[in-house]
Structures are given as structure tokens and as C-alpha cells.
């Protein structure tokens, strides 16, 4: 892929500034920078939601999906607009409350059965962000259909290093059959390039930290050198000194408090894969750099994904924290029975209870996240103003397998074009690639429709 950015030592203080594309280098090393004054200016408002206008910040997009659905009576708020109650498992919301929406209605119809009976899990997954019906098939004649970030890559990933980044907590099988007669790469994939393509998922942060800052061909040297305890920073502290002199003190500040992130997530990349070379090796090979902790886990991905979004090496994004049907663990909130098993509660109250635990434990990671968006300073606001960013899932009630009401949080403003702060009420069945046709717009896509849409997603602007 041809490298679009600029070496320092080739960044003359002019009236337009630094360029946008600037990048700090040595040894191999690429680290590409946050968003800085000197990059020029900083409007953020779009003359309407939609409107495809220049802007120097960028817009991000990303799409969380967590699987089994939640158990929906104690997901759903009570209320409309701004005077709404957060329900017990979005509690953890309330201290990002403004920064998002809450949006019920939403249906994924091509993941109901349609005529193919059960493997719900399955096409859950698969329709996710596709919007596709997915054949059944365990073999290797798997269709579905373009999902939504890679259309908005396909238009916008020239601007950045990467096109798009998928990351994820557990890992792929593309063979065999996963769900009812359903490949396992319809399970274990959201992001698809074409019809019959998955776009694999990076599930070790140490891969995705060498995405971040370099060509994978790289990739095995710059693991040594985290293993040897070598920062990125330190291969790149030359051009970062030349670099501070031609800056303001606010831009000084900026750039210190990003480098201080980059260490911090080296040293917890660093201590995952300590863990996995002390850790006694199961029957089964476990990728290495992987920490034992779920919420490690979870947290350290989200902390990648911030951290790319921060130095614009890519717009578009997919967080898949559970492949379709996951029957993971959670023993760090006291749930050792599998999330699968678990959903499927019929009732049984201490099922229920440990489902109402997971589901919150989810919440609490993105809601994590929601909020380092939002304290990380970018141009007159923040990046999490600058983004837009889906959770959910494309089941609805856990334990009713059903399709519609989906469990769907929408965080950011959009460049403005936004109104966050609600709980947004769609009328039953509102097809979710509305909301991407919507999204989709806001990127400067040249998008009619997408999926089953029927047009963009109204009332997001308010």
C-alpha cells in the first residue's frame, strides 16, 4: 500500500500548518499523530445532517456487536426523548448519558428464519451489518453481501492508512458448520469485502498494535521489540524533539499526553504477553498476547481502537467482542456458566439473573470507552464528537430468538450532526440499514440504499 504520510523533518511552519497526514518515523517505525492546532482549522458543524462538506477533522464510524442478544425487559428504558429512565442493564450509561442515543424499533429481517428454519445465532452475525440473507450452507458455497463498513471503505479508506480495522475477542472458524446447518463463517465474521469474502478479525492486541504502527510484513521485529520491553516511542524520539520545536504549547501538551497513551498501552500489551508465555498451555493452541482477563481483553481492544481513530489511521472500524452463539465465561462477575447456554433461560430466575449480569458487564465496557472518547480533546471538542459509534446485537431478547427491537446504542455527535442525549422510539420493524444509510451519508458516502434499507434513518438530528 502506498504510505500517504509526511516525515517531520518535510513540515515547514506555513500558514496552512502541519499537514494532517504528518507522521513521526525511525527504524521502521511509522506513528502517526493526533490531531494537533497546527493542522489548521478546527470547524467541526456540517450545514446539516448528511450534507457531504469539507471538513478538517474527520469523521469515524465503528460497529460493537455483542452476541446472544440481552434479556430485553430489563434492557429497555422507560420514557421518550430526553425525559427517559435508564434501565437497570444501561445504568452504567449514565455517566456518558449525553454523548448518546438509545434506539428501539430497529429490525434485522434477513436474520429471521425467512424459510430456513433454525440458526438464528448464525444469521444474526452474518445479516449484522450486511443486511443480507444468508444461505444456508456448512460448506464453502457461503453467501451474503457487502456489510456496511467495508461499502463506506471501499469510498473513504483511500484517505487513511488502513481502510478499516476489524478487531475481536474470540477467534475466526471459516470451515465447518457452526449453527444449524450454518458455515461457522457466518458465526464468526460482521465485516464482509464481497458476497463470499469475510474479512478476518485481529483478536491478539499486539497484532493490532502492529497494525497501528507499521506494514504487517514488520510485524515480527516490532513483536520482539515489545517482548524485549522497547517502546515505539523511543524509535521515533528523535523526530518527535524536531518535531515539538516547530509547536505551540498547547500542541507541545497534545502531543505529550498522546505519546504518555502510546506507552501506556505498550506496557499493557507488554504484560499480556508475559502472561501468555508464564500461562500453563491448554490442549489447545492459545494465541499469544491475549489476556487472561475478559475485561482486559475488552478494554485493551477498545483502547486500540481509540487510539487508531486518534491518529487517523482509519475511519472505519468493527468490534466483534463475541462470535454469534458464543458460550463464553465470565467467572470476573461470577458467571461460569456459557453465555449461550445461559440465554436461553426459559424463565429460570437465576438464569435470567446471570444473563441481566452479563449483559451489564458488556454495557460497562462500552460505556468505558464512550467516555476516553469523550475526554480525548480534538480540534474545538472531542473525538468522540468527531465519531459514530454502534452497539448492539442482531438478536433482541436472548431467550425469543426474535429480530426486532434490537438492543442498538448510537454514540457521537456526528461532526455535529447529531443530536445525542435521547432515547430515539422507531416505529416496529424500521429496517437497521436505515440507520447505516444514514451513517453512511454523514461519511460522505455515495450511498441510495444499503441492505433491506428504505431510506436513511430520520430523527437523528433531533
Not at 494537533?36 to 446539516?48: I, K, S, T, Y
Amino acid at each position: 500500500m502506498t504510505d500517504r504520510t509526511t516525515n517531520v523533518d518535510d513540515l515547514p511552519m506555513n500558514a496552512r500548518g502541519i499537514s494532517r497526514r504528518a507522521a513521526l518515523r525511525g527504524l521502521g517505525v511509522t506513528m502517526a499523530l493526533p490531531w494537533l492546532e497546527a493542522m489548521g482549522g478546527a470547524g467541526v458543524a456540517r450545514a446539516a445532517a448528511g450534507a457531504n462538506l469539507p471538513a478538517s477533522i474527520p469523521l469515524r464510524m465503528a460497529f460493537v456487536f455483542t452476541p446472544n442478544g440481552v434479556n430485553y425487559p430489563h434492557w429497555v428504558p422507560q420514557g421518550a426523548g430526553r425525559d427517559y429512565t435508564l434501565s437497570p442493564t444501561l445504568e452504567p450509561i449514565a455517566p456518558v448519558r449525553e454523548h448518546v442515543n438509545i434506539l428501539t424499533g430497529l429490525t434485522l429481517d434477513k436474520a429471521r428464519a425467512n424459510g430456513d428454519g433454525p440458526g438464528d445465532h448464525a444469521r444474526s452475525s452474518a445479516s449484522f451489518l450486511t443486511g443480507c440473507q444468508a444461505r444456508k450452507t456448512a460448506g464453502n458455497d457461503i453467501h451474503i453481501g457487502i456489510s456496511v463498513d467495508q461499502f463506506a471503505a471501499r469510498q473513504v479508506g483511500r484517505q487513511t492508512r488502513l481502510p478499516s480495522l476489524e478487531i475481536g475477542c474470540e477467534g475466526s472458524r471459516l470451515a465447518g458448520s457452526c449453527d444449524s446447518g450454518y458455515s461457522c463463517a457466518y458465526t464468526s465474521n460482521i465485516s464482509w469485502r464481497d458476497e463470499d469474502t469475510p474479512v478476518p478479525k485481529l483478536i491478539d492486541p499486539g497484532d493490532v498494535f502492529d497494525q497501528l504502527f507499521g506494514d504487517a510484513a514488520q510485524s515480527a521485529s516490532r513483536r520482539a521489540i515489545l517482548q524485549r520491553r522497547a517502546s515505539v516511542l523511543d524509535f521515533v524520539a528523535d523526530d518527535a524533539r524536531r518535531l515539538d520545536h516547530k509547536l505551540g504549547m498547547s500542541d507541545r501538551r497534545k502531543l505529550d499526553e498522546f505519546q504518555t497513551s502510546v506507552r501506556e498501552i505498550e506496557r499493557r500489551v507488554q504484560r499480556a504477553l508475559s502472561e501468555s508465555d508464564q500461562a500453563e498451555m491448554p490442549d489447545a493452541t492459545r494465541p499469544s498476547g491475549i489476556p487472561r482477563s475478559i475485561t482486559e481483553h475488552l478494554d485493551l481492544m477498545y483502547d486500540m481502537l481509540l487510539l487508531a481513530f486518534r491518529m487517523d489511521v482509519t475511519r472505519v472500524a468493527t468490534f466483534m467482542t463475541g462470535h454469534g452463539g458464543s458460550n463464553r465465561t465470565f467467572p470476573e462477575i461470577g458467571v461460569t456458566d456459557g453465555h449461550h447456554n445461559m440465554s436461553h433461560h426459559r424463565g429460570d430466575e437465576q438464569m435470567v439473573e446471570k444473563i441481566r449480569k452479563i449483559d451489564r458487564f458488556y454495557v460497562e465496557r462500552f460505556a468505558r470507552f464512550v467516555q476516553r472518547l469523550a475526554e480525548t480533546p480534538e480540534g474545538e471538542g472531542t473525538l468522540l464528537d468527531h465519531c459514530m459509534i454502534m452497539f448492539g446485537s442482531g438478536i433482541s431478547d436472548g431467550n425469543r430468538h426474535n429480530h426486532e427491537n434490537l438492543p442498538i446504542v448510537l454514540a457521537g455527535r456526528g461532526g455535529g450532526t447529531i443530536d445525542t442525549g435521547r432515547l430515539v422510539q422507531y416505529e416496529r420493524n424500521t429496517p437497521l440499514c436505515n440507520l447505516y444509510v444514514a451513517l453512511l451519508e454523514r461519511m460522505g458516502c455515495d450511498v441510495a440504499s444499503f441492505g433491506d434499507s428504505t431510506g436513511p434513518l430520520k430523527a437523528l438530528s433531533g
